[in-house]
């Protein structure tokens, strides 16, 4: 009962809603002055802690600064913590993880125990820890993350290439004479990727959180930047008064995050291996 | 011969996402009482799917039509309370993975057990010689202190032989048969087959054998219907088939078996791959891969004809086949 | 046919079996599984040698012995005279191209992410078998010799069916010009009208590419149709070795004779109720001591329970290891 017809046609739903999220984000992230009605750092005395209205669509903060302009701006900022404090540990933990699960033996055993290490501290812990040491800010953050979540990549990745090795097209390239690297790298990894991608637009939307927590414990991107986690920190002492200090960037948050995990879903679709 | 099973026009279709495709199409065959019927055809045929269509061993989205007529009842239109008694009672079924068949976190006397409180009216002590009976019956020794063991410390043969028991605690009046000997060694798988006749004989049982394995038949059945695209193709005795195949891909089939004084030379080969069930070709559903195909084998599906005594075939071009001779020697 | 291509001598191979915490801390011995018990035979070039047997006599452990996809534990095999265990670099490339291995999976074997066209490429641009230039060229040819329409080169594995894919794997083989090829189970996954097709093929091909051919199968009827000479396998030692021809009608191992018997005849007025061979097969981590299948010969004396028969002559080439010369004709297998 083989279904081939119609099987390349359709892209999944998801990815095209997420896709839709992430490209206006991008688009937002590069351009924010285009988008953005003020400056997001001017201060208006005239204007503080106004409600949302028609000249101020997401009203504005304690400093008279505009919500909305903050909320677009931010983007850059935010949209890059998702991109660097990501795609480091997905390239590093891809190859650990390619090597270690072709290796397997005492290589894997090591790896094992360097998982433990790692999964035993809460992750949030272990960044503030390794940020508390360098000193806050954005770079420090990235070097933070990227210390720590490599291990998350190279895990699924050494679990799959793991399963791959054992597949009849492993040993066949090995009895072709194919040299290693050219069968971890060309043959395996293309085939147990998947998961690790699918994890990586996870992480991505869990990075955001990350970048916002640090920022709202001071640790990230440090004020007057306009970034959510910032915003969000900005707004705390106003919630009951002016909630729309914090609402907007949070929303801002769950939409990105809506996106990356939509696009995830449906890539996990698209690259899955047909048999 | 007394006839047990009638099966007239069984039809079993799945919905696809493409529209629905035809397992089965319009299969008719009788069975009678102590006789093997080996269903044998390649994959996708519809060989395994017409045996579990027998006794609606189907998902939901299966529909069925036509009808299969066992001890004078329609198996078809059974109450569900009717078809239980049936099915795993009048009617046992054995399968060709052991290992994924049995349960594997229950003993294997438990498994018996559970089949003799479903069907028969035994006491618990009954019961218990009755499983060491069975386990006794398919020849695995040592059958008290088997019974405790779980199907993971029997080897394949030992856990088809405990599926076979575990089949026969019904006392069946029909054994169904999907390649139980398929996943076995030679030797193995002799000896399961040998079972199954010597059972057949002591238990008075008729049985249905799936098979892709020509050897198989040809050692096993009494008659044999094969199966090409969901449909019946060819039935006969097993002798009269070997004898002389009068359908095209009967024959085909027989001549790609290597044979003793042929050695190193050609098969006679079917061109082509079996086809799959959502692009089933118009006409004679063989005809792309036929020799013998003509005009009429593109455009039209050939009716069953009865050429011989207990001898049917649906091949437009049968005597040209019969012509040709047997690849059989 | 005396020029040896591959010898093989005192091979033995076996995999551990992992021991839980409570066997280690309590010292209990390591457990394997004895894949390869001492196997010795020669491969001449040009031929076609059958390796046959029951599942866990140790046939694909040899076939991947062969192409060095396992190292020995002990034995050598010499590929035109050579030790294989010693070939490193570029020695080694040109074994591995010179013998290569096709597998019994049609779904496993082919890397699902790769085109036809790809796969092809790598074999031929690794190996330098053409200038990038012509490899388009020789795609074409190898799609031809294995009878694939040339629109196979872009599509991917799972567009084919599963005797497709044999003869991409085929195709794949070939394209390295090897000169022995180790065809493991090579149609035991196949319908049966599809395996026709492809022993055809591999026929054809030996012929017209002068190949050398390990045919390791488990069907009987199928490695005598295919083989010049033929080595019977169980648990893990050759217990027979001949021409196929007189292996087949004059069988001097009752191992082989019950495997004969076994194979169900394809004539139905030739059947037996005699059960071919009593009993199961034993665990290869323990194997039995002495004669290998003294648990379940008929014939089993004294003597095999305590003394490994080894090989020893028949008749020309024919080889068989069982401590009895001579089966009664009444008990012969037809």
């Given at each position: ?275 | ?93 054995i399968?060709?993975?052991p290992?994924?068949?049995l349960?594997?976190?229950l003993p294997i006397g438990l498994q018996i057990d559970e089949n003799l ?5 035994l006491?618990?002590?009954e019961r218990l010689i009755r499983a060491r009976e069975l386990m006794d019956l398919v020849g695995i020794p040592e059958a008290a202190r088997r019974l405790s063991e779980y199907p993971?410390q029997f080897s394949?043969g030992m856990k088809q032989r405990a599926m076979i028991a575990i089949a026969l605690a019904s006392n ?19 000896q399961i087959?040998?079972l199954?006749?010597d059972l057949?004989?002591e238990l ?126 | ?334």
């Amino acid at each position: 009962m083989s279904v081939a017809v119609s099987r390349r046609a359709a892209i999944p739903r998801p990815l095209i809603f997420g896709g839709v999220i992430l490209a206006a984000s991008l688009i937002l992230a590069i351009f924010p002055a285009l988008f953005a009605p003020y400056d997001p750092n001017a201060f208006d005395y005239a204007a503080l802690l106004q409600a949302p209205s028609g000249t101020h669509l997401m009203g504005t903060d304690n400093f008279g600064r505009d919500v909305l302009s903050r909320v677009i701006h931010a983007y850059t900022i935010d949209m890059q913590i998702a991109i660097f404090a990501t795609v480091f540990p997905f390239l590093i933990g891809t190859v650990i993880g390619a090597l270690v699960g072709y290796i397997g033996g005492f290589a894997e055993t090591l790896f094992g125990r360097v998982v433990d290490a790692v999964i035993t501290f809460p992750f949030l812990v272990l960044v503030i820890a390794i940020v508390s040491i360098l000193g806050p800010g954005l770079m420090n953050m990235y070097i933070a993350v990227g210390v720590v979540g490599w291990v998350f990549y190279a895990r699924i990745i050494a679990a799959e290439v793991k399963v791959q090795k054992r597949l009849d097209y492993a040993d066949a390239g090995r009895a072709m004479g194919y040299t290693h690297l050219r069968i971890i790298f060309r043959h395996l990894l293309p085939n147990a990727i998947t998961p690790a991608v699918v994890y990586w637009m996870t992480d991505m939307a869990l990075a955001i959180l990350l970048g916002s927590s640090l920022g709202y414990l001071g640790l990230g991107a440090q004020p007057p930047a306009a970034e959510w986690g910032v915003q969000i920190a900005d707004g705390k002492n106003f919630m009951a008064t002016a909630w729309w200090i914090s609402v907007f960037p949070g929303l801002a948050i769950v939409l990105t995050g809506l996106g990356f995990s939509l696009t995830g879903d449906g890539l996990a679709e698209v690259l899955r291996t047909k048999k | 011969m007394k006839t047990v099973l009638d099966v007239r026009n069984l039809t079993t279709r799945f919905a696809g996402p493409s529209g629905a495709l035809v397992a089965v199409n319009d299969v008719s065959f009788s069975l009678g009482e102590r006789e093997i019927l080996g269903l044998v055809g390649e994959s996708g045929s519809g060989k395994s799917v017409t045996l579990r269509s027998l006794i609606r061993l189907l998902p939901s989205m299966a529909g069925q039509s036509g009808e299969v007529i066992w001890q004078g009842r329609d198996i078809l239109n059974m109450s569900p309370k009717d078809l239980k008694a049936v099915r795993g009672g009048q009617i046992s079924m054995i399968f060709q993975e052991p290992t994924t068949a049995l349960n594997p976190v229950l003993p294997i006397g438990l498994q018996i057990d559970e089949n003799l409180r479903a069907h028969t009216k035994l006491t618990h002590r009954e019961r218990l010689i009755r499983a060491r009976e069975l386990m006794d019956l398919v020849g695995i020794p040592e059958a008290a202190r088997r019974l405790s063991e779980y199907p993971h410390q029997f080897s394949g043969g030992m856990k088809q032989r405990a599926m076979i028991a575990i089949a026969l605690a019904s006392n069946p009046r029909l054994l169904l048969a999907d390649e139980p000997t398929t996943a076995l060694d030679v030797t193995i798988q002799d000896q399961i087959l040998k079972l199954i006749l010597d059972l057949r004989d002591e238990l008075a049982m008729s049985v249905i054998f799936v098979t892709h394995d020509l050897g198989v038949v040809a050692a096993t059945c009494d008659r044999m219907a094969v199966m090409y695209a969901g449909r019946i193709v060819e039935t006969g005795t097993v002798a009269d088939v070997f004898a002389q195949p009068m359908h095209a891909y009967t024959r085909g089939l027989l001549g790609s078996v290597p044979r003793v004084g042929t050695e190193r030379s050609p098969l006679m080969s079917i061109e082509g791959t079996p086809p799959s069930l959502s692009a089933i070709p118009q006409g004679c559903a063989f005809h792309p891969r036929c020799d013998f195909a003509t005009e009429i084998c593109r455009a039209t599906q050939p009716d069953t004809k009865m050429l011989a005594a207990e001898h049917q075939v649906a091949c437009h071009n049968s005597l040209a086949v019969v012509k040709t001779g047997s690849p059989v020697r | 046919m005396n020029d040896i291509v591959i010898s093989a001598s005192g091979l033995r191979k076996s995999f551990p079996l992992s021991r839980g915490l409570i066997e280690r801390i309590s010292r209990q011995p390591a457990l394997a599984v004895h894949a390869l018990n001492d196997v010795s035979f020669a491969l001449y070039r040009g031929e076609t040698l059958g390796i046959v047997g029951e599942s866990g006599c140790g046939k694909s452990t040899l076939a991947r012995c062969l192409v060095r996809l396992h190292e020995l534990d002990h034995g050598e095999i010499h590929f035109e005279g050579r030790d294989i265990a010693a070939l490193a670099g570029s020695a080694r490339r040109a074994f591995n191209r010179r013998v290569q291995m096709i597998f019994q999976d049609p779904y496993s074997s082919l890397n699902p992410r790769m085109t036809v066209r790809a796969i092809l490429t790598e074999a031929l641009s690794v190996h330098a078998m053409r200038a990038a230039a012509e490899i388009p060229a020789r795609i074409a040819e190898l799609l031809d010799l294995v009878r694939l329409p040339q629109d196979a080169a872009d599509r991917y594995p799972h567009a084919f069916s599963g005797g497709q894919r044999q003869r991409i794997g085929i195709a794949r083989a070939l394209a390295v010009e090897p000169e022995v090829l180790v065809a493991d189970e090579l149609v035991s996954a196949l319908d049966l009208s599809v395996q026709a097709q492809v022993v055809n093929l591999l026929l054809d091909l030996q012929q017209r590419l002068d190949l050398t051919v390990v045919f390791v199968a488990h069907d009987l009827r199928l490695v005598r149709h295919i083989s010049h000479r033929v080595a019977v396998m169980y648990l893990g030692k050759i217990v027979e070795i001949g021409p196929s021809e007189s292996l087949f009608t004059a069988s001097q191992h009752p191992y082989t004779r019950a495997l004969l018997a076994a194979a169900p005849e394809l004539d139905p007025s030739k059947r037996s109720r005699k059960i071919a061979a009593k009993g199961e097969l034993p665990s290869p981590i323990h194997p039995p001591t002495g004669c290998l299948f003294n648990t379940r010969c008929p014939y089993a004396f004294e003597r095999c329970f305590t003394e490994r028969p080894q090989l020893s002559d028949r008749s020309a080439n024919h080889q068989a290891a069982c401590h009895l010369t001579h089966f009664d004709e009444k008990d012969s297998v037809k």
